[in-house]
């Protein structure tokens, strides 16, 4: 899972293959953003989650939150080529504006 | 439609010379404005955030200073670059700040000190 000193996470898998990425924080938050990030470009943000929902979908995209393990999860199913980036989570930091981007998961989808 | 545009795409640029780079948003009015910083391979990292022309926080002190000259206007400056500079520099934007916000990037500068 990707947050705090640790290296950034890479995943390699076929495409067509469903993958999980993990995100802890340490820190109160009230929403979890989700953003995916492709070779030489900006962030773009994927699904927001907020605390008073577990689950999020969107397209080919999951999200699950659990506030009392300070977790979230991004899946992504059928994977495609397209989908090789980095996915960041980003909390609020103490509900305070200030968004905390994680360490990451660098993803390769092999084609 | 919104529009943020970053420039220059890169730079290289030598250890002590100065660095000035720019961002503009178009197509909304009055947004909240952000300046990260990611090294390669690295997290991003707030270093400033501005909510109105001519008001800039810091978050990091990285010997970098920014400025909001126009409403849609970010700017990100520094006298006298260092080797720990180098990284890929974002500009982002978002509609009121509070913390279930949609940032919105542009496209990076990626900066070489050398």
């Known amino acids: 899972s990707q947050w705090g000193e640790e290296n950034l996470q890479a995943l390699s898998i076929q495409e067509g293959e469903d993958v999980t990425m993990n995100c802890s924080y340490k820190t109160y938050t009230t929403v979890v953003q989700w953003y995916r990030q492709k070779s030489g470009k900006g962030p773009a943000q994927l699904i927001l989650i907020r605390s008073n929902e577990r689950e999020k979908r969107s397209g080919r995209l999951r999200a699950t939150l659990d506030t009392s393990s300070q977790s979230s999860s991004l899946s992504i199913t059928g994977t495609l080529a397209t989908d090789t980036a980095v996915y960041f989570c980003?909390?609020?930091?103490?509900?305070?504006?200030?968004?905390?981007f994680g360490q990451g998961t660098k993803l390769s989808i092999k084609p | 439609a919104q529009t943020i545009h970053q420039w220059p795409v890169a730079e290289i640029k030598a250890v002590g010379s100065p660095l000035s780079l720019g961002c503009t948003i178009k197509?909304?009015?009055?947004?909240?404005l952000y300046w990260y910083w990611q090294a390669t391979g690295g997290t991003l990292q707030q270093l400033f955030y501005s909510i109105t022309v001519g008001q800039v926080e810091s978050v990091v002190q990285l010997n970098l200073s920014a400025s909001r000259p126009k409403d849609d206007q970010f700017i990100l400056s520094t006298e006298k670059l260092l080797l720990s500079h180098s990284g890929f520099y974002l500009c982002?934007?978002?509609?009121?700040?509070?913390?279930?916000?949609?940032?919105?990037f542009g496209s990076g500068t990626r900066l070489t000190v050398l």
């Open positions: 982002a934007w978002s509609q009121t700040g509070e913390s279930a916000e949609t940032l919105y």
């Open positions: 980003a909390t609020d930091h103490y509900n305070q504006g200030k968004l905390i």
């Open positions: 197509g909304k009015s009055s947004p909240n």
